[in-house]
């Protein structure tokens, strides 16, 4: 699971994902923190208010 699901809204799927992504060689791993950090950027902009708001 080098990419995290961006269906999963649960605080306890993100710390899955971690977990899946922790266990991984370094390689993938800095490509799966990648992806996840795409996901939660684009639910952050995609969440009402933007991440522009304050």
Aim: charged share 30%.
């Amino acid at each position: 699971m080098a990419h995290p699901d961006e269906r999963d809204d649960d605080p306890g799927d993100l710390l899955s994902t971690l977990e899946v992504i922790e266990a991984q060689p370094l390689a993938t791993r800095a490509e799966a923190y990648d992806a996840l950090h795409d996901t939660l950027a684009r639910r952050l902009e995609a969440a009402p208010g933007g991440a522009s708001a304050s």
